[in-house]
C-alpha cells in the first residue's frame, strides 16, 4: 500500500486500543516517507527511534520543548532522552504495542520541527 | 568517610579528566544523602539513576525544564529521559567514567527541585 497523502498534512486521530498494529509493507511504504527514523524491535515493540544532534544544550533543550508541544497538540507522546547537544526521539503506540500510522505521522512533524 | 556537609550547599566543582571515579565506600557514604537514588552499572560505568513520577505531561515537561536550568549552573548534564507523567535522571561523569561527588551533588539538587 502507497500512502497518498504526506505524513506531515495529516492530523493523528486518536489510537484506540485494540487497532492492529501496522504491517511490515506498510511499515516500509511508510518509512519511505520517514527515512532517518530506525525501526527497532524493543522486546517484541517496533518502535521508531532518531537521534538529533545540536550545537550546545540550549538547543537541546529548546527541541526537547518543541517536541513536547506537538505532543500535546497530538495528544501523542513520545520518549525523548535529552543529553548534552543530542536528543533521541523515539516514537510508538503503547496501546497496541507496536506501529501506528500516527507514530509516523508524529516522526514526519518532528522532522519538520529540526529543519525549521 | 563521612561527608560533613549537606550535598545540596556544594557548588559543583569543574572536574577534569583524570580525577579518579568514587570508590565504593564513598559512593556508599554520600548515597545515604540521595537514598532515593539507584546506582547502576551500565556497560561498566557507575551511574546514579531515579525516576519522577508526575500527575500529567506538562509537569514531567516543567521538571525536566527545571533540571536543565540546574544543569546550566552547574555545568553539569544528566541524561533525562522524558515519557508521559514520567522523568527518568541519570547522573554520572563521562570525564572519569563513572561517579563523583558532582553526581551526588547534583542528585541531591534534583531532589530539591522535585519537592519544591
Known sequence: MEPKEKLTDIVCVPCQG???A???DEIASYQRQT???EVRDVEGVKQLHRS???KDY???VAFTNAVAELAQREDHHPAML???GRVTVS???HKINGLHVNDFVAAAKTDALFTA
Chains 1, 2 share one sequence.
Do not use: I, K
Open 91 to 93: 516514537w510508538w503506540t
Open 18 to 20: 485494540g487497532m492492529p
Open 22 to 24: 501496522l504491517e511490515a
Open 52 to 54: 538529533f544532534s545540536f
Open 82 to 84: 535529552l543529553e548534552w
Open 58 to 60: 540550549d538547543a537541546a
Open 35 to 37: 527515512p532517518d527514523w
